[in-house]
């Protein structure tokens, strides 16, 4: 008889690294923000987080946008990042939702960042 999965999964960050800043339409900021990111992690918060980059999730008027995803979680999309203020806050909202059986983080137990920019949050994915 196997024995149940006790693994929590892995969440995964995916930073949107072509958004362009509101103010201005030449910067990129989602590269900084995905660094800034990276850079902040601790060794603890790198054995249940990972960060990787990505082109475009279809939110591009909510920059930066990222999405936080992990196997048979929930997975949530997040806008309006701002690359310097808010990197504490996606750092802090990866480990609630890494901490989240479900991936589904009361708005009460959110960082601020994450309360204010949820732009939309999916079921996990089929089995099978
Ligand atoms: S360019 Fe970032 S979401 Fe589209």
Not at 19 to 36: F, H, I, M, V
Not at 94 to 123: H, N, Q, W
């Amino acid at each position: 008889m196997s024995q149940p999965e006790t693994t929590v999964p892995k969440t995964t960050v995916y930073v949107c690294t072509v958004c362009r800043a509101k103010d201005d339409p030449e910067a990129r900021p989602g590269k900084a923000l995905l660094e800034a990111f990276d850079a902040r992690l601790s060794a603890e918060d790198r054995a249940i987080v990972t960060a990787e980059p990505v082109e475009c999730l279809g939110v591009c008027s909510r920059p930066c946008t990222v999405a936080m995803a992990a196997r048979g979680k929930w997975t949530y999309v997040l806008g309006d990042f701002d690359t310097a203020a808010d990197v504490d806050d996606l750092i802090e909202s990866a480990r609630r939702y890494t901490a989240s059986e479900t991936g589904l983080v009361p708005k009460k137990d959110r960082p601020e960042a994450m309360r204010k920019g949820v732009i939309s949050r999916t079921p996990p994915a089929p089995r099978g």
